[in-house]
């Protein structure tokens, strides 16, 4: 008798066990985190879902011989660190420094002059259709070699470049071993491979999965109560600026898609100078003042931001997005703009240290 209430009283704790176990997975599914907050409603979740999944399949150029070619990429990261490539010794990496989330951390940049514009991180730059703040190329190759032909940034001709491909014997072989044959006498040429070979590096520096896009994922798996990341990893502040990032405050109108960017151009009300006195006037048809809209991954770690580098932190970037235009009040409380920051914080891999103190 004893034997068999015993049984019957483990049989009893494990269905207890089970039950309490499905109630916790519950609790810190996806839906159920968004549910403790007002459930997710279709037109949320779709948008949510729009942002991912990351990350992409792993970039290939038809075109570029370099393009995912081990010994193209190879080349190509040793030009980008290399001193040499500029007769004035500024390398890519002077501005794109990689323990920096290649950025630079200054407000603009700095070559042999100082420039009008804040450097962009390069991670995920591949995966944009336009290139530089206001969408100068729509080659990656072609803004591999902008730095070099800007005369306010590394600079060098055509002809510096070949130069130093033809009298470097490692660096002509290598050449030779990713385009066919050594760099010949059209510097134009070499040149333009140069910039494949930066291109087939650039398009290897992405971002990994963040907090994001695992809890993401978990909304995507889940129809009803499932297992999903525990809710640690995207916290209700998170939660609340990403409803805002999708819904009301419309960031996701512009910062779109899985790169959140549109790669479209939109005037900005921050204006920045390209020359001493002169503002930008556009580009490529583009009304005066209108810049690429910037992806968002890894944010958290590339400060200062704006294409003028007046925003110190994510909160001073978010706010020029949350007034009217026309002068109106804030459109987002303080609060509901640390939220927001608490979610961009969310798109880095990293844990980010808070960087809001909006009131």
Do not use: K
Request: include cysteine; charged fraction near 15%.
């Amino acid at each position: 008798m004893r034997r068999r209430w015993a049984a019957s009283r483990r049989s009893v704790q494990r269905l207890v066990a089970a039950a309490v176990g499905a109630l916790l997975a519950l609790a810190c599914s996806p839906l159920a985190a968004a549910t403790a907050a007002g459930a997710l409603t279709p037109t949320e979740r779709s948008a949510i879902l729009a942002l991912g999944p990351w990350p992409p399949a792993p970039l290939h150029d038809a075109a570029n011989p370099a393009s995912g070619n081990p010994a193209g990429i190879a080349l190509g990261e040793s030009l980008f660190y290399s001193p040499r490539l500029s007769p004035s010794g500024i390398r890519c990496a002077s501005c794109h420094e990689p323990w920096r989330h290649f950025v630079d951390g200054r407000v603009v940049a700095q070559g042999i002059a100082v420039g009008s514009r804040n450097t962009p991180s390069l991670l995920d730059a591949a995966r944009h259709s336009h290139y530089g703040w206001d969408g100068a190329h729509d080659a990656l190759w072609q803004q591999s070699l902008r730095p070099l032909e800007d005369e306010r940034e590394m600079p060098a001709s055509a002809a510096q470049v070949a130069a130093l491909m033809r009298s470097d014997a490692a660096l002509s072989a290598r050449y030779a071993g990713v385009f066919g044959a050594g760099p010949g006498s059209d510097d134009a040429g070499v040149m333009r491979n140069v910039g494949l070979a930066l291109a087939a590096y650039v398009e290897t520096l992405s971002t990994p999965r963040t907090p994001f896009d695992q809890w993401r994922d978990g909304v995507a798996a889940e129809t009803g109560p499932a297992a999903a990341p525990p809710s640690a990893a995207f916290p209700p502040a998170a939660l609340h600026g990403l409803r805002l990032f999708v819904g009301r405050a419309g960031c996701s109108a512009c910062h779109a898609g899985p790169t959140f960017s549109d790669d479209a151009f939109h005037v900005s009300l921050v204006h920045s100078m390209a020359a001493p006195d002169a503002p930008d006037l556009g580009h490529r048809g583009e009304p005066a003042n209108a810049f690429r809209t910037p992806g968002l991954r890894d944010v958290a770690f590339t400060a200062p931001y704006l294409h003028d580098g007046s925003a110190a932190r994510l909160c001073d970037a978010v706010q020029p997005h949350a007034a009217d235009p026309g002068g109106a009040p804030p459109l987002l409380t303080g609060e509901e703009r640390r939220d927001l920051v608490a979610f961009l914080r969310t798109l880095s891999a990293q844990a980010a240290p808070p960087s809001c103190d909006a009131h």
